[in-house]
């Protein structure tokens, strides 16, 4: 069993079933116990008022006489008492049989003088000898009431006894849910708490105990995290912010060297590469300072409604320029009406940013495939590739930071940074998005955005004139 709340409760409801079961077993034995001392105390009376019935002077009676004081009380008595009466000294032994031992003895154990005996044709008896002057008195009476006594007691114990299995499961149930509520206090918190909110803590009881003890070590642990992620945040973002200067110093002192004109060819190439190379670190510095503000939450967005259609026609028209020039094609459709608040710079920035991986990862002539629909809600926007496609192990780690695939083009190698960049843009949207292998081979990439509202609009079947935004260079791409 996975939940905890479920093995205490079942682990309660064992703990008391066992020790009802054993009350119940040490109840039977001392009911029998106590039923069977009954019996004796009967069959105490019983040979008193036959001692009363004889008289003082029984020592000299004979057979006859004592049959004649005794024969009326054995028969009343007859119902719940068998009675003998031997003479131990005696040429005649057989004084006395009740009527209803109808000639049968019976069964004498040696030594003792209360016990249990099986009498045929009757069943068990429980049997008391007592010794009156010469006289042997045998008083038994049948155990049948105690068997059907304790009979009668393990019949409605076990009815008890699957009343308090399931009682005590629900009271194990209650108990396991209240016990383990700080567990899954700290559990909920623990959920909440991540690289973007690690100011949450879990409340504390006021009762000391392990739970409570537990609950501020991790509160402790949590605060020595939320330490280290500001000093790697507060690094990443001076580090990045200080690489500045230094670079644009490099960039211009490798641009006057070729504004001189006194370098050689070779030279001239290199110097070439090096600022191609200083443009690739500055967009990598811009990058890593773009997710340290993200997930410190300092980046603001400028939300407004937009339709998701005339968002597409604006990006579709550079889409298609850039993979014409990778001999490509472009496929770009819309279905639905809807509104959407977004940032449409920082929404053109994840689009560009999935579009250039889909380029790296296709081949020329490839077909890339554009989706959107507006349904249920939301916006649900895919991008297909028929590229080399993603490992499924792969498909969650391609979203953090610094995790590049071999591209199909070598030229486009990215600095594996783009998706994690989408994967913020859309966490401050309050979308999701994800990546899954695409029908047929390739990767399909896929985000959603709430829908607001809807917008009254024309429809999409004649294509777009509006094409205002100039073909720019995307964010790093993974």
Not at 39 to 51: G, I, M, T, V
Not at 195 to 202: A, G, M, V
Not at 380 to 389: F, N, P, Q
Request: glycine content about 8%.
């Amino acid at each position: 069993m996975k939940s905890l709340g479920t093995r205490l409760a079942l682990w309660y409801a064992s703990a008391a079933t066992v020790t009802l079961a054993c009350l119940i077993v040490a109840g039977y034995y001392l009911l029998e116990i106590n039923l069977v001392h009954g019996l004796d105390y009967l069959n105490q009376a019983q040979f008193e008022e036959l001692k009363a019935h004889l008289g003082k002077d029984y020592a000299s009676l004979n057979a006859q006489v004592i049959d004649t004081r005794i024969r009326e009380t054995t028969e009343y008595a007859s119902v719940l008492f068998f009675i003998s009466i031997d003479n131990r000294a005696g040429p005649v032994r057989q004084i006395f049989y009740s009527t209803n031992l109808r000639g049968r003895e019976i069964p004498d154990i040696r030594g003792k003088h209360v016990y249990d005996a099986e009498l045929p044709g009757t069943g068990e008896l429980r049997v008391g000898e007592f010794i009156l002057g010469p006289f042997d008195v045998t008083v038994a009476t049948p155990r049948r009431s105690v068997t059907e006594a304790l009979h009668d007691y393990s019949r409605v114990c076990l009815w008890l006894l699957a009343a308090a299995i399931a009682v005590s499961g629900g009271i194990g149930l209650g108990l396991s849910q209240l016990a383990l509520r700080p567990v899954r206090s700290i559990r909920e918190t623990a959920r909440h708490i991540s690289s973007d909110n690690l100011s949450e803590r879990i409340p504390v009881g006021t009762v000391r105990d392990e739970i409570s003890e537990l609950a501020l070590l991790l509160n402790l642990m949590f605060d020595r995290l939320e330490a280290s992620f500001q000093q790697i945040r507060r690094f990443t973002a001076e580090a990045s912010h200080e690489l500045k200067t230094p670079l644009s110093l490099i960039r211009l002192q490798a641009e006057r060297l070729l504004v001189n004109g006194d370098l050689s060819p070779a030279n001239a190439e290199s110097v070439h590469v090096q600022l191609e190379e200083l443009s690739r670190l500055s967009q990598i510095i811009e990058e890593l300072l773009f997710l340290s503000r993200a997930e410190a939450q300092e980046i603001r967005l400028n939300l407004a409604p937009h339709d998701p259609g005339v968002l597409l026609d604006n990006f579709s028209q550079d889409a298609r320029v850039l993979t014409e020039h990778k001999k490509m094609v472009f496929v770009c459709t819309h279905e639905g009406h809807g509104c959407v608040h977004v940032e449409p710079r920082w929404l053109r920035r994840v689009l560009l940013n999935l579009l250039t991986n889909a380029l790296s990862a296709s081949a020329p002539g490839g077909k890339i495939t554009l989706r959107s629909s507006v349904a249920h809600g939301s916006w649900r926007v895919t991008l297909h590739d028929e590229g080399r496609g993603v490992p499924e192990e792969f498909l969650d780690k391609i979203f953090e930071r610094f995790v590049r695939l071999a591209p199909a083009n070598s030229d486009d190698a990215g600095s594996g940074l783009g998706l994690a960049i989408c994967r913020s843009i859309m966490t401050l949207h309050g979308g999701i998005i994800w990546a899954e292998p695409a029908p047929g081979g390739g990767l399909c990439v896929a985000f959603t955005l709430p829908v607001t509202g809807a917008i009254a609009s024309a429809p999409r079947d004649a294509p777009s004139t509006a094409h205002s935004h100039p073909v720019l260079k995307p964010a790093g791409t993974a």
